[in-house]
């Protein structure tokens, strides 16, 4: 009795093997199995070039730059030390531009940022750069005891200020990160920086991304980008 049911297993096998659709399903199977193992998409942030940015971000003479990188600085931050490109080689940062006495968008700006602060602390290789567009009105003390008040103090956050036109040069040259044609002169209400937008910069000096720094959304995503680019090293 036995061996004659596993005669007849042996049959229905036999005849499963013949039959067409038995083999064009193993067929489709073994695809799908291929795509999600071979095929899957790696995870991955563009690089950005000035030419890839909304036109009115890109100051006209780098619009046709190829392999962009910020360019070099000289700074102070809110301790009184001179900073330049070399002080953050190597780190990912978080660049945005505000001053102390803004009472719209920057304090929102800066409390958002101060959740990527508190995501990223246990991380290392990040730094988040607040260039203050009002330098003369916001010396390193003023901007100490402006983290301060907005729970911002952290050792790898730094608020900045300098030269005015060294500091609009980084918002229209190497960030692009307003919409106007501010030069850091004196020319009223059209020669002001006041954007929104938090760039996001690789450990080579490259733009990664864009943010709504008033935008919870936008934000969380930040946050998610600046880790991928810390733990891949992208």
């Known amino acids: 009795m036995f061996i004659r049911k596993e005669g007849a297993n042996e049959s229905k096998i036999s005849v499963l093997l013949k039959h067409p659709l038995f083999w064009l399903a193993l067929v489709f199977s073994g695809a ?56 953050v080689e190597g780190e990912v940062l978080i660049v945005d531009f505000f001053f102390t006495r803004c009472a719209t968008i920057c304090p929102i700006m800066t409390s958002n940022l101060t959740q990527v602060m508190e995501d990223l602390t246990e991380l290392q290789g990040w730094r988040i750069l607040s260039h203050s567009v009002t330098p003369a009105a916001d010396s390193p003390e003023v901007l100490r005891e402006y983290a301060k008040r907005m729970g911002a103090e952290h050792d790898c956050w730094w608020f900045l200020t300098g030269a005015k036109k060294e500091i609009y040069r980084l918002a229209r040259s190497s960030y692009f990160a307003c919409y106007d044609e501010a030069n850091g002169g004196d020319g009223g209400l059209q020669d002001f920086v006041h954007t929104e937008n938090v760039v996001l910069i690789d450990t080579q000096g490259r733009l990664r991304g864009f943010y709504d720094g008033t935008s919870e959304e936008a934000i969380n995503q930040l946050i998610g980008d600046a880790k991928f680019l810390l733990e891949k090293k992208d």
């Open 32 to 87: 799908v199995w291929f795509g999600a193992v071979f095929l899957k998409k790696t995870p991955s942030l563009p690089v950005y070039q000035p030419s890839d940015l909304n036109p009115a971000l890109v100051d006209p003479n780098s619009w046709s730059a190829e392999n962009h990188r910020i360019s070099d600085f000289q700074l102070i931050n809110q301790f009184g030390d001179s900073v330049s490109l070399a002080s």
